[in-house]
């Protein structure tokens, strides 16, 4: 009832006074704190002498993080040392000895200029294999990927001599309003670029060499000297709405204008393929953008990507304008996996000509990072093949036509059952998420349930800890905050997980002493990464009985309450009376375990100021801030933060809220 409500708030607010009040004069260990685990009688969790020692010890793990370059493979990542780790263990694997260097920096400034400020339609003009993919840009500025890779190469005649291509040949198609013009620049076509780097890649690309690709100087000078190209195909959005790629959580906007973010700016002189998408994430116009777009100029079978050597090289020109450091060539001196070779380049850094800054130019292409992890995933698909191929040669000899006889019959869900089984291990497929679901179920089942679930998300544009292992200068702005973080999506994400891991070793493992602990990371549909998980410690008074302990007794009591409510035997009314007094010790005990373990309480009293703080609480750091300042501190960032429960006379990021 509204009343009990009240009641509880206030005893809540009681406790949580008197908890701040004691300040944990009396200080106990950690052994006999976390076997009696209550807090109105040793004082908050985070007062330990122990438990602070513990926070002290992260937070100074976490100050000593910092970027470093090794001069040695040229990655640039940050590390607590004060030397690169794999090249100490091996100093030729990642080495320009074993061809594992990109030679950006070795190019003649001039040229390195042009390479640096290439489009990605420029790009495609000069790279004899064109790699079929979608890529889609989130409103946020972030870019995904949806589907397979197929790569194609040109005819063979055009492949010796007919590059650069034509730009009406090349596989983009554009969805946009009706009546809306190209006016972009990442649609230019500057002539003179693209002749002086297909000139060198002709001339200094050892795999451009070997392939016998060169120049055609006519079909150069049928490009624009330095406009808008107008061959490109286009379809118009029939329903003539806002194109949106997909329904997608836009997240908090804290003083972030996104009309005032350039296009420019978020795509850094890049191309992106937009396709609009209905509310079930479904393509519209499916049949329309296939019948647009067509491919005159390439062969009609798709690359063999086992007998053609130095894909990257010849896919992406711009990261390898010399043919070095490809991972899909195969001769070195010391063999690496090519999972570990586009590993090693998203950390490598290059030099940019303009700014003399360093930046990931492996990274921040718009289109490398997702053909790499699709060529990963289907390499790993097809030696699973091989292992269901010889574990099973019966289904190994089925022709094509056997096939379409299977699934006619109701045997093809029996065969694609056992077919699913050898993907378990393939990162992102049903299979592999089923037989992670098993495990956690296994652990609930063996280890007994969690204590509690939990949620981990960051602040994008505000983390500091972050922002100062960004290569390049300083961010200063929002606006070059939200910058670092779309271009440098792999370190954010690595950042995070890095940062959670040290944070779950502290709190869940060195303070709270868990018996286990599970999480997984999701990607929200703006690209923010986040992590969920449950945990169970050790010290848990079996919160499922308890709980359901206090479930049996309200209904216990309910049901003697009620009007019509007639005692028919002395037993079973003593059993309902029992079942009450039951409740009453479980609630008291699940009361204890939670307040110690958690708080929902606002300590905030004033809520007319409206405004955020400045600084934001989210930039600052937690061990910097004075004792007698954490309170404060703790209340500025749970009324920032929190959002689930909205005040009209208070701040919130709700802009359902502020419209109400």
């Not at 308890?546 to 309200?554: D, E, H, I, N, P």
Request: proline share 5%; with cysteine.
């Amino acid at each position: 009832t509204p009343e009990e409500t009240l009641i509880n708030r206030h005893l809540s607010k009681t406790r949580y006074q008197r908890n701040l009040a004691l300040q944990i004069q009396n200080t106990v260990d950690k052994e006999l704190y976390l076997k009696e685990f209550d807090s109105s009688k040793n004082g908050p969790l985070h007062e330990q002498q122990w438990a602070k020692k513990e926070f002290q010890n992260y937070y100074n793990n976490m100050d000593k993080l910092n970027q470093f370059y090794c001069n040695n493979c040229h990655e640039l990542w940050p590390t607590t040392l004060s030397y690169c780790k794999q090249c100490k263990d091996d100093s030729i694997k990642y080495s320009r000895e074993n061809d594992m260097v990109p030679t950006l920096d070795d190019l003649p400034e001039d040229i390195k200029f042009q390479f640096e400020n290439l489009t990605m339609i420029e790009e495609m003009l000069i790279s004899p294999i064109i790699p079929v993919m979608s890529i889609i840009r989130l409103s946020s500025g972030a870019l995904a990927s949806r589907g397979f890779c197929a790569n194609f190469n040109q005819n063979l005649n055009e492949l010796i001599t007919e590059l650069p291509r034509l730009p009406k040949y090349l596989p983009i198609l554009i969805l946009k309003k009706k009546n809306q013009l190209n006016q972009s620049k990442n649609f230019i076509v500057n002539r003179k670029r693209v002749e002086i780097c297909l000139k060198y890649l002709c001339e200094k690309n050892i795999h451009f060499i070997s392939n016998g690709i060169k120049m055609n100087n006519d079909l150069c000078q049928t490009l624009p000297e330095n406009d808008i190209i107008t061959d490109l195909k286009e379809i118009h959005d029939k329903d003539d709405q806002e194109v949106t790629p997909w329904k997608q959580d836009s997240g908090p906007v804290l003083n972030e204008n996104f009309s005032n973010f350039e296009e420019e700016e978020i795509c850094d002189n890049e191309f992106i393929d937009i396709f609009d998408e209905n509310e079930s994430n479904e393509p519209l116009q499916d049949d329309i953008i296939k019948n647009t777009i067509n491919f005159p100029t390439m062969s009609l079978n798709t690359v063999n990507e086992f007998t053609n050597i130095a894909m990257c090289s010849l896919i992406f020109p711009k990261l390898f304008p010399t043919g070095a450091a490809d991972p899909t060539v195969k001769s070195r001196v010391k063999e690496i996996t090519e999972g570990l070779g586009f590993k090693h380049l998203l950390k490598c850094v290059a030099t940019n000509s303009k700014t003399k800054k360093f930046y990931y130019p492996f990274a921040q292409h718009p289109r490398f990072k997702f053909w790499a992890y699709d060529r990963l995933r289907r390499h790993r698909s097809l030696e699973q093949c091989k292992i269901f191929m010889k574990q099973n040669p019966n289904e190994s000899n089925l022709s094509v036509k056997d096939l379409k006889d299977l699934l006619k019959t109701g045997e093809s869900d029996t065969f694609m059952k056992k077919m699913s089984a050898y993907s378990s291990n393939i990162t992102g497929s049903d299979s592999y998420w089923y037989k992670r679901r098993i495990e956690l179920q296994s652990t609930f089942e063996q280890m007994k349930p969690a204590s509690a679930f939990f949620t981990f998300s960051y602040p994008d544009n505000h983390w500091d800890d972050l922002h100062r292992l960004i290569p390049g200068a300083p961010a200063k702005s929002d606006q070059e905050k939200r910058r670092n973080v779309l271009s440098n999506p792999h370190l954010v994400d690595w950042f995070f997980s890095y940062k959670l891991d040290e944070f779950l070793k502290t709190v869940f493992d060195n303070v709270l002493d868990c018996e286990w602990r599970w999480h997984r990371y999701e990607w929200q549909s703006r690209s923010s990464i986040h992590a969920h998980g449950a945990v169970r410690f050790k010290n848990d008074p079996n919160l499922i009985d308890l709980t359901s302990k206090v479930y049996a007794g309200r209904l216990a009591f309910k049901k003697i309450n009620e009007s019509n409510y007639v005692q028919q035997n002395l037993e079973s009314h003593q059993k309902l009376l029992d079942l009450i007094i039951q409740s009453n010790h479980a609630e008291k005990k699940v009361i204890s375990y939670t307040d110690t373990l958690i708080t929902a309480m606002n300590t905030k009293t004033d809520f007319t100021d409206k405004s955020v703080p400045v600084p934001h609480p989210c930039s600052l750091c937690t061990n910097r801030i004075n004792d007698e300042c954490l309170s404060k501190d703790y209340e500025e960032l749970i009324n920032c933060c929190q959002r689930h429960s909205c005040r009209l006379e208070g701040y919130c990021k709700s802009s359902l809220a502020k419209n109400h």
